[in-house]
């Protein structure tokens, strides 16, 4: 059975940092790409991360420089290191592998 479950979402104040993670079980982890999406209230889902299995990594344009995403291939756990945040990047966040999605945790950013 594949599980993901994202923790580490919170309310936090602009310039502030937060490092959601997602633990994985089954074979998922081991899949070529897995990334990171948020959806903002009244908007569509949309990509913020994604990192192959050797390292690579992509980002939307509006977090780049700002948030990096890593892999710890032992503990079959993805991370989202999020830095300076500003209030545009609220939303419930995401993680993925293939076509199987996490449940969704809450990021606020406001003062």
């Known amino acids: 059975q594949v599980r993901l479950v994202e923790s580490g979402g919170g309310l936090v104040q602009p310039g502030e940092s937060l490092r959601p993670s997602c633990e994985m079980s089954?074979?998922?982890?081991?899949?070529?790409?897995l990334g990171w999406y948020r959806q903002a209230p009244g908007k569509q889902r949309e990509m913020v991360a994604t990192?192959?299995?050797?390292?690579?990594?992509t980002y939307a344009a509006s977090v780049k420089g700002r948030f990096t995403i890593s892999r710890n291939n032992a503990q079959s756990t993805l991370y989202l290191q999020m830095n300076d945040l500003i209030p545009e990047d609220t939303g419930v966040y995401y993680c993925?592998?293939?076509?199987?999605w996490g449940q969704g945790i809450q990021v606020t950013v406001s003062s």
């Open positions: 993925r592998a293939q076509v199987h």
């Open positions: 089954g074979s998922v982890f081991s899949v070529l790409t």
């Open positions: 990192i192959t299995r050797g390292g690579g990594t």
